[in-house]
């Protein structure tokens, strides 16, 4: 089996779509399905493997991180693609990626699958704040149920999104298969080294957040919570690695907070050495994200044997249900705080949720959620009368795109 992939975003740009689309990627390549991938090009480099093309791109406006594909460009590779044998179109966001995957899918008589990975309408407000709040998720929703119904197969992150493409009058059938995690690759860390790197002392009380700063990740309130906990903690540290547009904004409030000496920003980290770390670090992992499809940040630090204290809002609600590694707590600060206290203060309660944690993350291997993902392709292409083959190449093979 063959699968093109087309996307608006991947690396070097660092968030949830770029980490799924990996995973997803890695997995099927041992599992035999080759998959070749369309991406923007950044003006960073990446090293990319073969089967992975880049398309000339610009930047797109209020949103300094992301790139536009160029249609043109675009256009001629769905030319240059009509050969390439394949069986399935993957498509992973819905701008330039969804127009050029439906009408490729569409000319050469391919099923069209597409993952609803990010919930555009809490999204957009943030970014074009000179229209009114309502009229943009009226456009969201809009949006989301055309491109939905246009493709044979949505993929959603967790039963809360599928429940709001309902409501949004999605038709097309939709399928909940998580971004899964690599546990045999994502382990061990030194949250040692980490603070020795960044100065801090090793019985420092440490929270930590990962994610890309941005308005919608609602950072701000775990700002809110650092402040409760300082009252109390002088000495208390919140660890925020990502960058994002909120990154200034967040800046100023914890200066407003008089909490500047309390919070340190690190920036993006590599995810293969200093990213573990940063998790390692520290006592609590904490998260308050509104808008999360699911949040893997969550699963990787569950995973690390971090203990979690979190809200759990829409996609989130699905990884942290039931979870033996996890205290779930509502979008309030005293409670918020109460429970980072309960586990800090307690280390008979930290090793529980630490090991509990670990028995959570054994129930998210990518390599399940990749055979969920690749029997719905296999369905997909048998019931368009073709067959399907799985390729005898070995894993990590070059090649022809």
């Excluded at 960073?44 to 791109?57: Q, V």
């Excluded at 990626?97 to 000319?107: D, Q, S």
Aim: one cysteine or more; aromatic letters at 8%; glycine letters at 8%.
């Amino acid at each position: 089996m063959r699968v093109l992939m087309i996307t608006d975003v991947y690396f070097p740009r660092i968030n949830g779509v770029s980490t799924s689309i990996r995973t997803f990627r890695q997995e099927l390549d041992k599992a035999g399905v080759e998959t070749a991938l369309v991406a923007p090009a950044y003006d960073t480099a990446w090293a990319d493997d073969p089967e992975t093309r880049r398309i000339p791109s610009r930047r797109v406006p209020f949103d300094p991180e992301d790139r536009l594909m160029r249609g043109r460009e675009v256009a001629e590779l769905e030319r240059t693609l009509a050969g390439g044998g394949f069986d399935l179109v993957h498509v992973h966001t819905p701008f330039v990626a969804h127009r050029a995957g439906v009408r490729l899918g569409r000319a050469l008589k391919l099923p069209v699958v597409e993952t609803y990975h990010t919930h555009f309408e809490a999204y957009f407000h943030h970014y074009v704040r000179f229209l009114p709040q309502r009229w943009l998720q009226r456009g969201a929703r809009r949006l989301s149920r055309g491109q939905c119904n246009d493709v044979d197969a949505v993929v959603v992150p967790s039963s809360a999104m599928r429940g709001v493409l309902d409501d949004y009058g999605v038709t097309t059938p939709m399928h909940v298969i998580p971004t899964g995690i690599r546990l045999a690759a994502f382990w061990g860390g030194d949250g040692d080294r980490f603070r020795s790197r960044h100065g801090i002392a090793v019985n420092r009380p440490v929270l930590v957040h990962v994610g890309r700063a941005a308005h919608e990740k609602n950072i701000g309130f775990l700002l809110e919570v650092t402040a409760r906990l300082h009252r109390d903690r002088p000495d208390v540290l919140l660890v925020i690695a990502g960058e994002g547009p909120a990154l200034p904004s967040l800046k100023q409030r914890a200066k407003a907070l008089g909490i500047e000496a309390n919070v340190l920003f690190v920036g993006y980290l590599d995810r293969d050495t200093e990213l573990r770390d940063c998790y390692r670090a520290g006592n609590v992992f904490v998260f308050s994200s509104r808008t999360e499809t699911q949040g893997l940040v969550l699963l990787e630090a569950l995973a690390l044997g971090i203990p979690v204290v979190s809200t759990a809002v829409l996609g989130t609600r699905d990884v942290l249900l039931d979870a033996k590694g996890a205290v779930v707590v509502p979008e309030e600060v005293e409670r918020f705080a109460d429970a980072v206290e309960s586990v800090i203060d307690d280390p008979v309660r930290h090793a529980e949720l630490s090991q509990g944690a670990l028995a959570d993350a054994e129930g998210w291997s990518a390599e399940a959620m990749t055979r969920r993902l690749l029997a719905l392709y296999q369905s997909l292409v048998r019931a368009r009368g073709r067959e399907v083959t799985i390729s005898r190449r070995r894993a990590g093979d070059p090649g022809a795109f």
